[in-house]
Structure formats: structure tokens, C-alpha cells
Nanobody, 125 residues
């Protein structure tokens, strides 16, 4: 049974930083691309960042480029999202996800086969 467990969310002031982690189990993820999405109340789930299985390539939404960094440790089956210079508009539930098929654009929710339960990030002004 595949499980993704996010952690590291919380309340932070604008300009602060948080590091999210996503621990995966139930499958060998070293050949899977992984991504982070976020969903604010009343809004759709939006792409944040993605990383190729090898870690050689990373991709970001324009809104977070230069502030967020995605990374992974395949030995630990864990993907990270370092978030710096946080803004109130970054407030959302953050989800990690696994793309096993590599057939759809990585910024689409439908591209991902497994999802975590989410972790809340709240940025106060």
C-alpha cells in the first residue's frame, strides 16, 4: 500500500521560511517523478514544483520560482520543499504526489497517481 506523509507545515510570518517533507512508502520511488501542489480554501489545487526521478531536473510555478526549492533523497524515499520569503498568498494546504506514468504534463493534477493527506501552511502578514 502506497503512503505519502507530509510534514513541516505550520504558521510563519511573511518573509519567513518553512521546509516541507514528504515521506513515501509502499513502493520504490526512485524511478518516479514527484511533485508538490497546493490548495487554498475555495480554489483549485495548483502546481507548485516537480522533480524528475533522478533529481536532475526541477520545475516550478512562476509564482514560487526563486523562492521555493524542491529536492529529493531517494535513499530515504523522501521529497522536500524548501520555502523561503513566504508571502500571505502562499497560505494553503500543501500536497505531495507521485507520478509513475510520466505521460501527462507535470503541472497537471491528473498526471499524479498517489497523493498525501496534505499539510497546512499559513503565512501571516
Amino acid at each position: 500500500q502506497v503512503q505519502l506523509v507530509e510534514s513541516g507545515g505550520g504558521l510563519v510570518q511573511a518573509g519567513g521560511s518553512l521546509r516541507l517533507s514528504c515521506a513515501a512508502s509502499g513502493r520504490t520511488f526512485s524511478r518516479d517523478d514527484m511533485g508538490w501542489f497546493r490548495q487554498a480554501p475555495g480554489k483549485e489545487r495548483d502546481f507548485v514544483a516537480a522533480i524528475r526521478w533522478s533529481g536532475s531536473s526541477t520545475y516550478y510555478a512562476d509564482s514560487v520560482k526563486g523562492r521555493f526549492t524542491i529536492s529529493r533523497d531517494n535513499a530515504k524515499n523522501t521529497v522536500y520543499l524548501q520555502m523561503n520569503s513566504l508571502k500571505p498568498e502562499d497560505t494553503a494546504v500543501y500536497y505531495c504526489a507521485v507520478d509513475t506514468g510520466h505521460t501527462l504534463p507535470r503541472d497537471r493534477v491528473a498526471a499524479y497517481d498517489y497523493w498525501g493527506q496534505g499539510t497546512q501552511v499559513t503565512v501571516s502578514s
